[in-house]
């Protein structure tokens, strides 16, 4: 058998590549190759791993003349310099390695707070420069104050830990976080509203979504109390920098410490030089030990997959084997759109996820269709949760993950029920197979049949006559092209349903005429 080869073409430790040896992979260590895109085009196709940190681009080129490439690993979190989709068409797996910097990051942020309120880089500057300057850096205490945590995972709830040691009291608002896992953490759940009024100090630790970006807006940084400090070594566009700037200007906000940038590399930047501004180069992951953390952790994985077939933290590729495959394939995209449906109908925090495989799909292997699962519904608020991290983010934040298997299925050949379980209410969603597409069979209890589409919408209401005329009539006078309208009721004259699809995403102002309309009790814009 011919041992694979794989190229390191970044800076990795030198105990990664020999981990690589050690594991009967054959290693090329070029740390310097990344560099020169001409060469690496010219030997990418020696190769059938590519391990790398930030400075080789895996492009569209390089993946292109990869033709013996089978995994790319990232020793890091962050894969902007890979493009994923080409990878994916070529049958190539991308890993990261998601967990290697969580507590450099999280003390990066602790550090930030810290020369942030005792304004450490000011004195600092003002010291070497010889002026002795005692009365123009007077600080503030962190003890007793409160910290509002924005994103309460992996690295959130270190930050969260290491606050309470410091005898802060910690607000943390995360819409995955139930109240189980927030007492474990010893943390006081909220509403980012409460969270804003409360906080002397706000910390970001929540990843670049949708519905995460400008968390913190022009609107919600004027919610925060006059004085208040805001620190951010998550992301940037987390924060909305011309409002930020803006309120440090008018003293609304004391001051803020920022690792990370709307646009990066930043070397020019309206918050730079500003005085009560702390600013530093995304160094959150940057200390040895992380960098050791995540080199090995890349070597033992991609050495892993390219010896046993085995994958870990892949962005891109389920965990299942060349022969479950073909099988596992429609399934495995029924679980993730029944999660999608839920995760996008769940605004409160999620406290169980329950799985049912019901008939022939009780005989696969259903713990890819479980990951598949849990990833849709955590998707629509974590983007970069996959199938294969899926579990562990749930574990992470509390959320119990339950899955049940029958030989027997009522009326179809498989049925896969979803269950989520938050701390207001369950919800049910249930769909099989019909050839190899999935489709919806029932939802909260009513019996219906539809497909998924890209854009649907999603509405409950009092079943009354007139109410579908009244709702196509309103999609139409707003430009809604309806491609297919499906409907199920629990009974004559009680609770019913409609699921929509439509040609394009529905705006919010479409929306609000659908909630607006009589009999109507909830409306949402699904996408999948």
Not at 97 to 103: D, E, L, M, S
Not at 444 to 457: D, I
Not at 511 to 521: D, I, R
């Amino acid at each position: 058998m011919t041992m694979p080869k794989v190229l390191v073409s970044d800076a990795l430790s030198e105990t990664a590549v020999q981990i690589f040896r050690d594991r009967g992979v054959d290693v090329d260590f070029e740390p310097k190759l990344g560099k020169d895109k001409e060469k690496l085009l010219s030997v990418i196709d020696q190769y059938d791993g590519l391990a790398i940190r930030s400075a080789t681009k895996a492009t569209a080129d390089v993946i292109a003349a990869a033709k013996n490439m089978k995994v790319i690993g990232r020793a890091g979190i962050g894969v902007d310099n890979v493009d994923i989709p080409a990878a994916t068409a070529a049958g190539i797996v991308v890993m990261n390695t998601p967990y290697g910097n969580a507590i450099t990051t999280a003390e990066h942020a602790i550090a930030m707070m810290f020369s942030l309120v005792r304004k450490i880089p000011q004195a600092n500057k003002s010291t070497h420069e010889g002026k002795w300057e005692k009365s123009a850096f007077m600080g503030a205490e962190v003890f007793g104050k409160t910290l509002g945590v924005i994103g309460c995972g992996n690295i959130g709830s270190i930050v969260a830990d290491r606050a309470i040691g410091l005898k802060m009291r910690v607000v943390a608002f995360d819409p995955f976080l139930n109240e189980e896992r927030a007492l474990e953490l010893g943390v006081e759940k909220a509403d980012i509203d409460t969270l804003l009024s409360k906080a002397d100090i706000v910390t970001l630790h929540t990843p670049l979504t949708d519905q995460t970006r400008n968390i913190l807006s022009r609107e919600n940084i004027a919610k925060l109390r006059k004085g208040a400090f805001i620190v951010n070594c998550a992301r940037g566009g987390l924060v909305d920098e011309e409002a930020l700037k803006d309120a440090l200007d008018e003293g609304h906000i004391a001051g803020a410490a920022l690792d990370v940038y709307a646009t990066e590399p930043a070397t020019e930047h309206p918050l730079f030089g500003h005085p009560a501004v702390v600013a530093t180069p995304h160094l959150g992951a940057s200390t040895t030990e992380a960098q050791e953390n995540v080199a090995i952790q890349v070597a033992e994985q991609m050495s892993d997959y390219l010896m046993r077939g085995a994958v870990s933290n892949a962005l891109n590729s389920p965990s299942v084997t060349a022969e479950e495959a073909p099988r596992l394939k429609p399934y495995i995209a029924l679980a993730e759109k029944l999660g999608l449906f839920a995760g996008q109908l769940t605004q409160t925090g999620l406290k169980k996820i329950e799985i049912a495989f019901e008939g022939d799909v009780a005989a696969l292997n259903t713990k890819p269709l479980t990951a598949s699962a849990v990833a849709g519904v955590l998707k629509p608020m974590l983007q970069e949760v996959n199938i294969v991290n899926a579990p562990v983010i749930a574990k992470e934040r509390g959320i119990s993950v339950a899955e049940t298997s029958r030989d027997d299925a009522d009326s179809y050949e498989s049925i896969i029920r979803l269950k989520i379980v938050t701390e207001k209410q369950e919800r049910t969603v249930s769909g099989t197979i019909f050839g190899s597409t999935p489709r919806i069979i029932e939802i909260k209890g009513v019996e219906m049949e539809a497909g998924f589409a890209p854009h649907m919408l999603y509405t409950t209401n009092e079943d009354k006559p007139g109410f579908i005329g009244t709702l196509g009539q309103t999609l139409g006078e707003a430009g809604v092209n309806i491609a297919t309208f499906n409907l199920g009721r629990s009974a004559p004259g009680e609770g019913a349903i409609a699921l929509v699809a439509v040609d394009e995403p529905l705006s919010d102002k479409v929306l609000e005429k659908v909630q607006a309309l009589p009999h109507v009790t909830q409306a949402i814009a699904l996408s999948f």
